[in-house]
């Protein structure tokens, strides 16, 4: 019996721990590291479904078109359905799952995120009021062609062209702005600037209701996920974003 039970101490938190590592590498498609600790002290707590922390590290992934450098996460203690983890290798949460998330962007991982099918749709037939452009005072139905990103100062800048249909003609443009977070989950889109033609126009010429000012990321919430972003930092390069997220039940 002690035989037995010191294998369930020592099987639970490594079979846990192998779950989460092959979801998280099936919905994250990651093309680099996945590394995942369960701990529970004592071992006999993780027979009961109790979990005091789970550590996981992820390179180079892809969370719904969006890739990624790094995602960092760390657990506060839950609990669990061990009879469903031993029996039928499920992961199923008895309690909130509440954790601390850093994650890291570069240049490249932007740039593929803009261009990828699922931004690029949201671009395609897009009315800007007052285009502002000698000879064009109109409202035309244009495409927004992101190419490239780039990362410094606190600024994301954006090249691309914009492809004016109804005139048959495709213009370059420069797009720039200072994310600035105000509060938990409050973003301000500040500094915005554009060029079209090398020529500057205000954010209101070129880009009207389509910019909000102000976005409320509480709003990204789920029936499964709750997400809480508390940093943000634009360096050379990179964006790192850090916060908490509460899941209800594992994707």
Do not use: C
Not at 45 to 62: F, M, Q, T
Not at 143 to 169: H, N, W
Not at 183 to 196: C, E, G, K, P
Not at 214 to 232: C, E, K, P, R
Request: charged content about 20%; cysteine-free; overall charge neutral.
């Amino acid at each position: 019996m002690l035989v037995v039970l010191y294998g369930l101490m020592a099987a639970t938190p490594q079979l846990a721990a192998n779950l989460l590592h092959d979801r998280l590498r099936s919905v994250l498609a990651p093309a680099g590291e996945v590394a995942v600790q369960v701990e529970s002290d004592p071992p006999i707590r993780a027979v009961g479904g109790a979990v005091d922390r789970i550590a996981v590290r992820i390179s180079h992934g892809d969370f719904s078109g969006m890739p990624f450098e790094s995602l960092v996460l760390e657990t506060q203690p839950f609990e669990y359905d061990p009879v469903a983890l031993l029996i039928n290798r499920q992961l199923i949460l008895r309690t909130p799952l509440a954790a601390s998330a850093s994650l890291d962007l570069t240049e490249e991982n932007l740039t593929a995120a803009v261009r990828s099918p699922l931004v690029s749709a949201r671009l395609k037939g897009l009315t800007i009021p007052r285009f502002g452009l000698p000879g064009l005072a109109l409202s035309p139905h244009v495409d927004l062609i992101p190419k490239q990103a780039q990362l410094r100062d606190g600024r994301i800048e954006l090249t691309g062209q914009i492809r004016v249909a109804e005139l048959g003609i495709v213009l370059p443009f420069v797009f720039g702005t200072r994310p600035t977070l105000l509060a938990t989950n409050r973003l301000m889109i500040a500094d915005t600037r554009i060029q079209v033609l090398g020529r500057n126009l205000a954010s209101d010429e070129s880009l009207g209701t389509l910019l909000p000012q102000f976005l409320d990321l509480g709003q990204i919430a789920s029936d499964s996920v709750q997400l809480a972003l508390m940093t943000l930092r634009i360096t050379e390069g990179r964006i790192h974003l850090s916060g908490q997220a509460i899941l209800w039940h594992l994707p």
